[in-house]
């Protein structure tokens, strides 16, 4: 399926279908990162079950340095 | 000590994490400024090129309090969305509320930054709004219940110092909320001076992030921020127009 993922459009390989996967995808399991599709934050203990669908809009989020 | 939201701390320190030269110097002028609550903007993560060290993922969070600010919002609503994404990380319940109204000063919109807060507020955050020194806007915040007033000393980055210390000592005598002076500090005297005026903390970044030797001037920044503290608290002298000598007028030589 095709997301827009952090403002681009992205093609998902076929086997990413959950907000979990996605973020294994990108190897951000581990990072502190925030996610949010289409304007709602999902927490994280629904990650595994989140399901994306065509044309999401999802933003994975993080902390960085400012003042 | 200071005490934000019954929280307490013993740095009146706040530090900006933005612009170090290099993660080495950064980790070193956080520790040597010994500041307790550092900011941190919120971002999309760069998920397409390949991974740079965190400064956020390396710190040791049992030492320090987040305060993530909401910079890069130009209404009250993007504000209340980027507070929103910071707390859901579970990290942090404070938020320092960063409304941005002209990309040359950088200036506080006045307007946008009192409609986040107010949004903030209801939704449980501790708020500490970053605004201008207009005294009767301070007093509409602290009246909306926000915990902590950061007025401007100047522009953002400016490193002009103190440009308006009447408009401080206002808003600082009319707080009863802590004063946090935020913005355009430029050298140690500048972080001094609003001690000495009464504030009760001071926030600062590019001073720091931007010195030639940013570990150097971290340290000088907490000596000065301690220093005009002190200073405050022992009560300065008064100003005279005319000299009052120091030595005895009595018993001198010359007589």
């Given at each position: ?63 960085v340095?400012g003042? | ?39 941190f903007a919120v971002r ?27 910079a ?184």
């Amino acid at each position: 399926m095709i997301i827009q993922l952090n403002g681009k459009e992205q093609q998902l390989p076929e086997n990413v279908v959950t907000v979990e996967d996605l973020l294994h995808l990108f190897a951000l399991n581990n990072r502190i990162v925030i996610v949010e599709i289409n304007k709602n934050i999902l927490r994280k203990e629904h990650y595994q079950a989140h399901l994306l669908k065509e044309k999401d809009k999802v933003e994975l989020i993080h902390f960085v340095g400012g003042g | 000590m200071l005490t934000i939201a019954n929280r307490t701390f013993q740095s009146r320190l706040l530090l900006g994490t933005g612009k170090y030269p290099s993660l080495e110097v950064q980790k070193k002028a956080v520790e040597v400024s010994q500041s307790e609550i550092l900011t941190f903007a919120v971002r999309r993560m760069n998920i397409f090129e390949e991974s740079q060290p965190n400064f956020l993922e390396q710190l040791d969070l049992k030492r320090y309090t987040l305060l993530p600010n909401t910079a890069g919002a130009k209404t009250a609503e993007e504000a209340v969305r980027i507070a929103k994404l910071a707390k859901a990380s579970g990290l942090c319940d404070m938020i320092k509320v960063e409304v941005i109204g002209c990309d040359k000063s950088l200036l506080p919109d006045p307007v946008e930054t009192l409609k986040a807060s107010e949004q903030l507020l209801e939704e449980g955050f501790i708020v500490l709004p970053y605004t201008s020194d207009d005294v009767v806007l301070a007093r509409r915040l602290e009246q909306l219940g926000v915990h902590a007033i950061m007025p401007g000393a100047s522009p953002i980055g400016s490193g002009k110092g103190i440009i308006n210390p009447l408009n401080l000592q206002f808003i600082i005598e009319q707080s009863a909320i802590p004063v946090i002076v935020d913005a355009g500090i430029g050298s140690p005297k500048d972080a001094a001076y609003a001690m000495e005026l009464g504030a009760d903390g001071v926030l600062l970044n590019t001073a720091v992030s931007n010195a030639k030797d940013p570990v150097t001037m971290a340290y000088a920044m907490k000596l000065a921020i301690e220093a005009g503290r002190l200073g405050y608290e022992a009560g300065r002298i008064e100003e005279k127009n005319y000299g009052v000598a120091s030595s005895p007028l009595t018993g001198m030589i010359t007589s």
